[in-house]
């Protein structure tokens, strides 16, 4: 009975490190991780111990007789990344994480190793996590907003319930007793780079990769155009994106580019609203999406099916969960790659393509449509979009979609940080295995550390910035150890005073306890994990609470916003 790896895989490898076998790859220090779809178990080595199911962040791993019927083609998915052998022969060890990476050491100090983190998504807290493995760190978060982890709360599609579980293990790492959140704190606002370093012996900015890659075509910027990924944003219950203009009057939607986020905004926007009412979107968004006309999703791609930018993972779940088609030309295009193809990943997505239905008959429920080789030329319409004119790839041939709502979804780009040099071309902070560099020197910049998508681009997914964060705490374990990082300017205890100067409105760890608390207990009534605060104001309200005894008009407010009579 092996266990399988499926869909909400997020690549973070505790597993491996959990395996006593080693029979999941790749692993972090193999060739291949940072560019894996998933990560796979070889059903001929596990011995069946179910290790890796407790170390599993998101719940991704299960005995082979345990697999529902969506999560049956994953079977064959782990086993297809080994190579056929004689039955009962076992591949040999190619790698046990832990002696490959050892764990630095702390030298002893008068002061111990004292890190800001701003950001407090993957990237963040898995730092902070590595950090706090070595004796006596301290590790200090900062957020801008009043919630904590970036992406996982604000960027995951609702119905993917599983992949925000990671967030568990988040709540461990902020338990730890030299932990710290300092949030709805902006650093470039209310704090600099310098103050922070004035307060610590290094900075690691993750940050992430904020802003959206724009199309430059006519018509962008016309009401009913926008990003895919501010629709999640949108649909999460983002309290910047809460007043998003989100029109489903008309009966389609054309999302541009199709990756993994343009999938799962397409599946919401299809999906029954009674399912989606179950999970932590937010009230706004299920509103709108409960008076939806929208009766087709248009996924167009400007390359052909094989070059497909989704994962095979993401298209398994939505063609499990969705009506998807293809016209008779993608048909086409799909049966010619097949048989031109030889990279076995690539023949298992146009294999699942193959099986589609077509677009030639009447859609009997809500679905979405992959179109391939369609190179947007401009958005139509005047006072607002009312479609997208493409050309086929490589022709003069036009082709025209009529549309209510016209999204791109192309990608994601860092965004410069105050004080810190910046590549504009790659958008990344440039850096030498995270330790920022001066790019005319190349030398590094004392105490300037960074990780996630500002240190590497928007590339992998939420697990695969444990390595790359596990990186970064090396080169700045090493850096303290050598001597590399001045000692803080400011006693401790001083940090405190600062912020509190700045912001009068911090939230800290039991400020964001307390806002957890009420939406899970407002969620808790419906059904639903969690149903989440959208307002800023709203968090503060429930945050300040714990800080200090409520007036009784102040208990009325708490009470309303728990959900109470």
Request: glycine share 8%.
């Amino acid at each position: 009975m092996p266990h399988v790896i499926t869909q909400s895989c997020c690549n973070d490898g505790s597993c491996v490190f959990a395996c006593p076998v080693n029979c999941i790859h790749p692993s972090p220090d193999e060739p291949g991780f940072a560019t894996s779809e998933m990560l796979y178990i070889d059903p001929v080595a596990c011995v069946d111990c179910g290790a890796c199911v407790s170390a599993c962040p998101v719940g991704a791993i299960a005995p082979d007789t345990r697999l529902d019927a969506k999560q049956l083609p994953f079977v064959e998915i782990n086993a297809s990344f080994y190579p056929k052998r004689p039955e009962g022969e076992k591949l040999p060890p190619t790698s046990k994480l832990a002696p490959v990476i050892p764990a630095a050491e702390v030298r002893a100090r008068r002061r111990p190793l004292t890190v800001a983190v701003v950001g407090s998504g993957p990237a963040a807290m898995y730092a902070a996590d590595e950090l706090l493995t070595q004796h006596g760190v301290r590790v200090n978060v900062f957020e801008k907003l009043p919630t904590p982890y970036g992406l996982v709360r604000a960027g995951v599609a609702p119905d993917h319930q599983n992949t925000k579980r990671v967030t568990r293990l988040f709540d461990r790492i902020s338990g730890h007793r030299h932990f710290r959140f300092y949030l709805n704190v902006e650093i470039g606002r209310h704090l600099s780079h310098a103050d922070l370093l004035a307060h610590h012996h290094a900075v690691i900015y993750a940050v992430g990769a904020p802003d959206d890659r724009r199309l430059g075509i006519d018509g962008m910027g016309l009401p009913g155009t926008g990003t895919a990924t501010e629709l999640v944003a949108w649909l999460n219950g983002h309290p910047e994106f809460t007043s998003l203009p989100v029109d489903l009057d008309h009966e389609r939607v054309v999302i541009i580019g199709n990756g993994n986020v343009a999938l799962d905004v397409a599946r919401v926007l299809t999906a029954d609203p009674d399912d989606l009412a179950r999970t932590d979107i937010s009230d706004h968004a299920l509103e709108v999406l409960r008076r939806s006309a929208v009766r087709e999703v248009v996924i167009a791609a400007r390359r052909g099916p094989a070059h497909s930018a989704f994962t095979l993972p993401e298209l398994i779940g939505l063609t499990g969960a969705s009506d998807v088609v293809l016209d008779a030309g993608d048909h086409r295009r799909v049966a010619g790659d097949l048989a031109a193809v030889s990279d076995r990943l690539t023949q298992t997505k146009l294999q699942i393509l193959s099986t589609l239905g077509d677009d030639s008959s009447s859609p009997s429920r809500r679905r979405i449509r992959l179109a391939y080789e369609l190179t947007p030329q401009r958005v139509l319409g005047e006072r607002r979009a009312t479609g997208v004119e493409f050309t086929v790839t490589g022709t003069d041939e036009a082709h025209r979609l009529e549309a209510g709502l016209v999204l791109t979804s192309i990608g994601y780009r860092g965004k410069a940080i105050r004080g810190l040099p910046f590549d504009e071309s790659a958008a990344v902070v440039p850096n030498d295995s995270g330790r920022v560099t001066d790019p005319g020197s190349g030398r590094p910049v004392p105490g300037a550390y960074v990780a996630g998508w500002i240190k590497r681009g928007p590339t992998g997914f939420i697990g695969t910035n444990k390595s790359c964060s596990l990186q970064t705490v090396h080169a700045l374990v090493a850096d303290f150890n050598a001597g590399s990082l001045t000692d803080p300017a400011a006693p401790p205890g001083a940090l405190d005073d600062l912020v509190r100067a700045r912001q009068p409105d911090v939230v800290g760890s039991a400020g964001w306890r307390a806002i957890d608390a009420a939406e899970i207990e407002r969620g808790s009534r419906d059904g639903r994990p969690r149903n989440k605060f959208t307002d800023v104001a709203d968090m503060l309200a429930v945050a300040v609470a714990v800080a200090a005894p409520a007036p009784p008009r102040r208990r009325r407010l708490l009470a309303r916003l728990s959900g109470e009579s």
